[in-house]
């Protein structure tokens, strides 16, 4: 263990022993994913330094994922656990502020009893992870006694384990890792507190050690981001600890992001808002119109999507109307062959293809020869936009490519430089 005059370790090293015993316990899904649960665990011995402090989403399909041993060794190896299965929102406000400034880090088991959909109202406590990914969004509460407004501190690293998808707005907010049951051929190690409990809180020690002596260094950093917005903010601090630690850490953080964060937006497709402006672009494919009764007709005959099941009568023409006035999208009265009706025009729905659906990979695109207006996007009215949160390019991280360095790149097209691989997994 280092001294107070000991010289401050490598950081590459020691986050690939925090890696290493990851998965001396839990198989993750991904190389990628080891990765970013290595990050935060890190980067929650340096949460005074970040603006936003990002939470971590594990969920898996079903029970016996390994969702909740990965909280466990979480919690040995984090800053400050505060464990739990259920709270109420004043426990975790006075958890948070024990120690301003430098808050602790908030673990919730079985949280699909809190947010899933028979689990009643939770809106308070969500409302405080929503408001505490960011600095500077306190609660206010009024005190009677004294007759003054209490702010109340929300700042604080999160992570949530549970079945299922959580709250969309905890989300958005979050590097989500997708648990998986054991294949019968991956073995783990069993997980003891009182064999394997001391020896992962000695590297925490060290991990918080590492981190504090370069908080000041931390705190200035503006690492290059391969992402933009929201998701920019949440992998910021992670990215920012990897660069710190060197080594092949930074190129595997950048790809981490970029895959995890491709693979969230993928799950929003399935969410009704945006499923539906997936459904109307394709059956826009070849047309410039549709009456509504026509659009509600071809979208209740696809057997696998919700809209002949949404509601007791299936999608409705004013469910339908609602839906799409949240995209600026409103149907029109409109000359057909078969005489004046209420109907959408395919130009409505432009700007919400672009901005919210993911642009079609190459293998989707027009073969040689067929006309582009045949395959679902019509040529004259521009490619959908790119992936919400990706680079902008669209191009996904290969190890072996030769791409630019850190320092001649953008905030937008950062690459690594050589193949990525870390102790503890083998990337296939």
Known sequence: MSGPTDPPEDGAELLDQLRQALARYVVLPSPEASTAVTLWITATHAAPAWNTAPRLVIRGPEKRCGKSRLLDIIEATCHWPRMTVNATPSAIYRSIGLIPG????????????????????????????????????PALRYDAASRNVEEIETYAMAALAGIGRMPDTIEDRAVIVKMRRRAPDERVQPY??????????????????????????????????????????????LVAVADLAGGRWPDAARHAATELTSQAVEDDEDTIPVQLLADCRRLFAERDMLRTAELLAELKSDSEAPWSTLGPSGLTPRTLARILREFGIRSGTYRFPSGKAKGYAANDFLDAWNRYLPQPDATDRDPPGEPQERRGIRGNRGAPGQRPGSATDGRTCHGNQPWPSPSTTTRRDYRPTHPIDLPGETNE
């Open 102 to 137: 430098d808050p602790p880090t908030i673990l919730l088991d079985e949280a699909d009893t809190v947010f899933g959909h028979a689990a009643g109202d939770h809106e308070d406590l969500r409302g405080i992870l929503n408001a505490g990914h960011q600095r500077n969004r």
């Open 192 to 237: 003891r507190v009182r064999r394997d409990g001391p020896p992962l809180r000695q590297l925490k020690h060290r991990l918080h050690t590492w981190a504090r002596h370069h908080l000041d260094e931390l705190a200035r950093a503006e690492p290059v981001m391969p992402l933009e917005d929201r998701a920019a903010d949440t992998w910021e601090a």
